[in-house]
């Protein structure tokens, strides 16, 4: 069966006259428990619940590995470091993974005596990894979209005796499947692309190893890092269009990428489905889609805002992989490594050449502003 096909159909129970094709979230704190408790399937609403499960069985499937849902890629991305990495242990990141992953590995892990290294590239980043008990690789990166080998990094780690976890968020397991190219653990926050449709925080993490699966499984349950069952079902229901979805952003996302790199009035575009950019190969290699975001530079701050403003199609916000097309200029948080006018784009699924006669004429009104 081709992917398309398992997307929609995932984590689906067979067909069961008068039944739904997807139940409804189940929504229990407290289940039936007479007498003994290893006889009933759901005890209590912080161990299981259905609807999880159903979406977790989705997600194995795809991903190629037991999954567990977190209630944010914060919360998975917490699951894993706690759990994966030992006190006197090392972990090593891109310096371009996710800000406040390397934030909480820097405020939490350090002072309980992990040894957190920050790699300024992909050269001290396979310097680092002999010693290191987990390397941490988001790829592609944002808002920068570096791409990192994961086949490469996986052998170094094996190598070293680490782990190679993926922060897959961007691409999402639609457009890379981490665990089929090497790596031990794939996560992802499914706030972005796999749910979609910008009303779900949500997360989740695919793992190698069942042992490792069952240590996240018991962090979870006694930490009560859990999600709530509509939220789940909501993500569930919209994974069965991921992989439309992503076809048409990530179709939106090449050409406006193409559009925009041949614009004497844009510094860089950088969208690793550009034969021209240096992690185009490698993205080739390992992803079956080059997800749906874009960054790229003007001259100022005053363009991009301008661009913004003018834009009647880029709605303003942090966050992708909505199907609606969104944008920002990155420098008004801070912590990027970014130029003043720099716009990370997120392309929906609206019509591409609406989108580009929108950022035709948004381009004229930076160009007066600048
Ligand atoms: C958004 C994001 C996260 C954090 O996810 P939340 O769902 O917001 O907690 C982690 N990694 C990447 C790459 C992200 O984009």
Redesign the pocket.
């Known amino acids: 069966m081709r992917d398309a096909t398992r997307i929609v159909r995932a984590g689906a129970p067979p067909a069961s006259q008068g039944a739904p094709f997807l139940p409804g979230p189940t929504f229990a704190s407290v289940f039936h428990l007479a007498g003994d408790p290893a006889s009933a399937p759901f005890q209590y609403g912080r161990f299981h619940n259905p609807t999880w499960s159903a979406f977790e069985a989705a997600l194995t499937e795809l991903e190629g590995g037991p999954a567990l849902v977190f209630p ?4 998975a ?1 917490y699951a894993v470091m706690a759990t994966l990495v030992a006190p006197g242990g090392r972990l090593v990141m891109t310096g371009d993974a ?1 800000y ?2 390397r934030g909480v590995a820097q405020r939490h892990l350090v002072p309980r005596g992990i040894e957190v290294v920050q790699a300024a590239d992909a050269v001290a980043l396979r310097a680092a990894i002999p010693g290191a008990q987990v390397v941490w690789v ?1 790829t592609p990166s ?1 808002p920068l979209l570096e791409i990192y080998d994961i086949r490469a990094l996986s052998a170094a780690a094996r190598q070293a005796g680490a782990l190679l976890v993926v ?1 897959n ?2 691409p999402t397991v639609g457009g890379q499947v981490a665990l089929a190219l090497g790596a031990d653990v794939s996560l992802a ?1 499914d ?2 692309a796999l749910c979609g449709h910008s009303d779900v ?3 989740h993490v695919a793992v190698r190893d069942p042992a490792h699966a069952e240590r996240l499984r018991v962090w979870r349950t006694e930490t009560g890092a859990i999600a709530g069952p509509m939220e789940v079902w909501l993500a569930h229901r919209s994974l069965g269009s991921l992989d439309v979805r992503l076809e048409r952003m990530c179709a939106n996302a090449l050409g406006v990428a193409t559009w925009l790199q041949a614009r004497p009035d844009v510094l860089q575009t950088l969208y690793p489905g550009l034969p021209n950019h240096p992690g185009h190969d490698v993205a080739r290699a390992q992803m079956q889609r080059f997800g749906p975001v874009v960054s790229f530079e003007l001259r100022s701050a005053a363009a991009a805002h301008a661009f913004l403003e003018s834009s009647a199609l880029i709605h303003e916000a942090t ?1 992708f992989g909505g199907l609606h097309t969104s944008g920002e200029r990155r420098a008004r948080w801070g912590g990027d490594p970014v130029g003043p006018g720099f716009i990370r784009l997120s392309l929906g699924c609206e019509h591409l050449d609406d989108l580009l006669e929108d950022l035709a004429q948004a381009l004229e009104r930076a160009a007066a502003a600048d």
Not at 72 to 75: C, D, K, N
């Open positions: 944010s890629g914060m919360a991305t996710y406040t992953a988001e944002n922060d968020t961007t926050s706030t972005k925080v949500l997360g966050s």
